[in-house]
């Protein structure tokens, strides 16, 4: 079990520092799951700053299912990650999957996540433990609590005391008419369990934009400490997780239904 107090994750970004954890405000994390071109990352940067977001998430390197699926801009996009930084302040969270990325990735990203694929990639926990940013580490699909906090553990062995802890849904025999199982029970238990931060994926959670708002406001109500919400200006053309995707108008009321229900965002 936990010993002392929650500990907190300070990340530094151009609109000054962010604070995870328990006693803090909540934090919001929201953006496309691909960047897919200047425009659009920019606009959506906007849109969720303006709404209240501190972070935009959006990846470059994607873990898709099928290899023929868009796999993601690479490099390119960490260029555009960087620019939409640039022009909201935002910090960036993105996600590494292969190592040899960590470099250029960790140049950009303010956080770097590790997706629910790679939850036990131990030699990748391994080095993103060695080197200085905070890293948000998802929960594997199949994986159990104890096999989440070992796997958090392995970048706190490696030298990063700095990992926030990220549900997305678990994988349960229900895929019809939701994509995963969002597992809210983890807040209570990891509150019990670790003294790390929290975060909830409610959009990979769900994996259907019109379930996003109920399971973010039972996140808060259940105490998480951050949400990741995402958002794209077109849902119906995006190039990956379009279907649970909102825009940036529906993200927008979210923010304020979120404000009035508890924890000031
Ligand atoms: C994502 O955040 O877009 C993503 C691929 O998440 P997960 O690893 O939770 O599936
Ligand atoms: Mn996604």
Known sequence: ???????????????????????????VVAGPCSVENEEMIVETARRVKAAGATFLRGGAYKPRTSPY??????????????????????GIITEVMDAADL????????VIQVGARNMQNFSLLKKVGAQPKPVLLKRGMAATIEDWLMAAEYILASGNPNVILCERGIRTFDRQ???????????????????????????????????????????IAAGTDSLMIEVHPNPAKALSDG????????????????AVIGKAV
């Open 1 to 27: 079990y936990r010993h002392g107090e929650a500990s907190e994750v300070v990340v530094n970004t151009p609109n000054g520092a962010v604070v995870f954890g328990e006693h803090q405000p909540l934090v």
């Open 69 to 90: 699926a868009f796999q993601g801009h690479g490099e390119s996009a960490l260029d555009l990650l960087a620019k939409a930084r640039e022009v909201s302040g935002l």
């Open 103 to 110: 470099d250029k990735i960790a140049e950009i990203a303010d």
């Open 177 to 219: 008419y939701t994509r995963n199982t969002l597992d809210l029970s983890v807040v209570p238990v990891l509150r019990k369990l670790t003294h790390l931060p929290i975060m909830i994926d409610p959009s990979h959670g769900v994996g259907w934009s019109e379930f996003v708002p109920s399971m973010a406001m039972a996140a």
């Open 243 to 258: 279907p649970q995707s909102l825009t940036p108008d529906r993200f927008d009321n979210l923010m304020q239904e979120l």
